[in-house]
T-cell receptor, first 117, second 115 residues
């Protein structure tokens, strides 16, 4: 079984500042890795995913994440945040061994990013 | 892009009644749909995996008789919360995928409040 830990439950930051949301995972097999964003009372929107290849993944809205296998981490970063980035962010993993789609996800606890003017 | 529609977005019901939530894939055929539950200030927990035309596979600890899942067509899956109780109040989100290796698409969720 796999698990996902998001180290910060809340991250306040000022507009135009850089931000990093941390995510660590554990799994006995190789995994796919995802970051999702959730706005209030809405579903989830995929920001980016790592399946294979380059460990630096670029996503939507200027976000990027780097897969570090040795540290089992997949931290999300953005060099300059906007007020509109205020939302909750979830890191998730899906085991490669399942042989099915990426739908059976294990989510982290979520990080609430609040961008202040 | 692919869209998953979930209905209703909000529902309030009385304790003991049943509530049906629909999840539709609007522009693709969803061979597999997933149902998640999110309690306040917590993460999403997978409840069950639903494949078209077969019985759903429930995660450990999820009561299959309480959370009835039907995936009768390639574009529709329903979750029925039977004999709802206040502790069932939660945010329920479905997701759908067309086939192995294809992207996952989430609905906008249903906020269920049981009074």
């Amino acid at each position: 079984a796999q698990s996902v830990t998001q180290l910060d439950s809340q991250v306040p930051v000022f507009e135009e500042a850089p931000v990093e949301l941390r995510c660590n995972y554990s799994s006995s097999v190789s995994v796919y890795l995802f970051w999702y964003v959730q706005y209030p009372n809405q579903g989830l929107q995929l920001l980016l995913k790592y399946l294979s290849g380059s460990t630096l993944v670029k996503g939507i809205n200027g976000f990027e994440a780097e897969f570090n296998k040795s540290q089992t981490s997949f931290h999300l970063r953005k060099p300059s945040v906007h007020i509109s980035d205020t939302a909750e962010y979830f890191c998730a993993v899906s085991e490669l061994s399942r042989g099915t789609s990426y739908g059976k996800l294990t989510f982290g606890q979520g990080t609430i990013l609040t961008v202040h003017p | 892009g692919a869209v998953v529609s979930q209905h209703p977005s909000r529902v309030i019901c009385k304790s003991g009644t049943s509530v049906k939530i629909e999840c539709r894939s609007l522009d693709f055929q969803a061979t597999t749909m997933f149902w998640y539950r999110q309690f306040p200030k917590q993460s999403l927990m997978l409840m069950a995996t639903s494949n078209e035309g077969s019985k759903a596979t429930y995660e450990q600890g999820v009561e299959k008789d309480k959370f009835l899942i039907n995936h009768a067509s390639l574009t529709l899956s329903t979750l029925t919360v039977t004999s709802a109780h206040p502790e069932d109040s939660s945010f329920y989100i479905c997701s759908a995928v067309s086939n192995v290796g294809s992207p996952l698409h989430f609905g906008n969720g249903t906020r269920l409040t049981v009074t």
